[in-house]
């Protein structure tokens, strides 16, 4: 985020000095780089395979929640965050809304985040380390259950996903996984 | 009420320790002292080209060699009531310590472990006479005291070391109410992790400052690295275990391993909770007792709240009032979720830190109907109003963490370099014992980076005033090398956590330390009000030694 921040930021400098073409206002807010870190947000992947949020995409602000010691935690130890959802790219139809899940990594336990409002942002929390969010289309007016019955529009991966066995990969290679991207 | 601090020591081990263990090395009395490989859970992962690798900084263990017997054996701590005016005579001394069965050389203020209670009327002064007997320099810092400049215990910024043999007279002032500690500010790796430390108990001058409770009771956190052969050495010349620092294997609840309390059914007990550990922090559970949060290092909070859990860095303190409300043992654990790197996973780890038996006899008085009122605090919140005004306005000074390395080892070098798509938030194990190990003070300088001035560590020097305001905004880098959790401690002055990452703090309370997670930004206010030449630094032992600290003067 802080380094697509930086990006927006050359845009607009450049777009100022007659560079791009594109006008300013074509949608994305030049916002100056706060001093805020971008490490835990969660970007909401797409599956592409929705009608009306085939380009849907979005992002997942991690916080701690509300804690007397800075650092929330469970009795268990476990990290206590709040999440800030946000989609875009989406178009509804009628009597349809989009909703937010959080799941662990084998998908045996799921909890509802709730809702998207009408500007397409929900707030929840967990307390799992590692957890997937998974964004669906569920009917409007229908109560939801204990998970999704619709089909999936988005899905993201807590960071802490990223860490995995490094008997997996050698862990004497010199080639950082992160080369590849991930 | 009664303050609870003699305890009763037994035998147990803390965490396993003899996966790696590498057997005896010229450890008896009298020998030349050597490195040994650092115990380590047999899971952890280690790079076959490191098997034979030792710090680069010479082995060094306090009275290694020394028959154990011609020291004096600590005993558990005692009270010592301070009346305005009084002067306390106390030592630090090289004493006879037994943890988990062995007797261990280590060190003690006033001959006890922890060392002695000192408990004073807020408002109070008095005179500390501090003579050293261990074969080291040393000086006694007063963590949290808003005292005066020349009494602060830093080597070279308030004072001179105080060499072996030579006494130092310290005039304490207690302004706030609350626990606070003392510690040596000279090699803390070292002094501070054989058992130089000890409370302080400022009592407050106005009734019904807390709720009330049947019994009060202080609880000092700590870990110790320890084998088969005994204390690990330490590095001569500087610490090892610079990258994160040194986690113990056992952990200790008032310098024993089986901590035991015995109270009666519906008591109230107010336990004063103190991290004094190098590196690691705790979340402490009351095996599924109540926890009420009243207060931590410098005040009450706003408001008293519910907590499942006490998240407690190193030289934080926190005061809460847990209930036992049924006839049973409850387990004090230090509950946490450990990383295993080799697996990618995290593992839930529970360590026994002691145990509350709570016997039939019902609790007289009873405090449960008061204990269930949380209690908002007018005085605090009173205390702070006069800073919301700053609350939303720009930084003052910005502060990145960071570190350089230089020299590591190449396996711990890949390593890191693969290691890095995940940083956990905090360290709540040591996930890299071998490495961490090998890294020591000279191939690791941990950063306090001035953003506005680019000057590091104690090339900067703030310059404020008496009565000034000071917005701190701190950021924990999480793409360095290594990036890690860091206590950030503020001497002489108070300071208020405003926010984290842009979200509002909304129960306050006055810090002298807090921890800023990996990642994280943290805005703190520091409330400038005592004159002098003061430093802040990260509170993990080796971090302080590998670099991280600066200084800031206040002019009156």
Redesign the interface.
Known sequence: MLRSCYLLLAVCILSTAGWASSPPNSGAECVSP????D??QIKLVGTNKVRGARMAKGMTGV??A??????????????VV?LELAMQNVTLDEGMSLVAWVSTPQIDQIRVIGRFDSQFKVAGSTDW??FLVVITLEPKDTPLGATWTGPIVARGMS??????????HG????E???VYG? | MTLLVAFTASLSGGQDHSGHNMGDMNMGPGSKIAWRMVPMTATMPMAPDMMDDVPNVAPFLPGYGMDVSMFAEAKPSEIIDLAHGDTLRMDASLVRRTIGGKEYVMMAYGGMYPGPLLRADRGSKVVVEFTNNIEMPTTVHWHGLRLDNAFDGVPGVTQDPILTGETFTYELIFPDEGMFWYHPHMREDVQQDLGLYGNMLVDPTTKGFYGPANREVPLILDDILIDDNGLLPFGESGPTHALMGRFGNVLMVNGITDYKLQVDKGDVVRFYLTNVANTRSFNVTFGGAKIKIVASDVSKYEREQFVPSVVISPAERYIVDVLFDETRDYQISNSIQAIDHYRGVFVPEVHALGRVSVSSKPSNPSFVTDYSVLRTNADTIADIDRFRKDFGREPDHKLRLTLKVHGLPMPTVRMMEIDTLYVPPMEWNDTMPMMNWLSSHDQVDWILKDEETGKENMDIQWQWKVGDVVKIRIFNDPKTFHPMNHPFHVHGQRFLVTSMDGVANTNLVWKDTAIVPVGATMDILVDVTNPGTWMAHCHIAEHLHSGMMLGFTVSK
């Not at chain 1, 960071?159 to 997996?168: E, K, N, V």
């Open positions: 706060t001093f805020r870190s490490y835990y916080t701690f509300q804690s007397p010691f800075g650092v929330a935690l469970s009795e268990s130890g476990t990290y709040n380390n590692k960071r802490s996903g990223l860490m995995h066995t490094l008997a997996g862990p004497y290679e010199t950082p996984c992160a991930y």
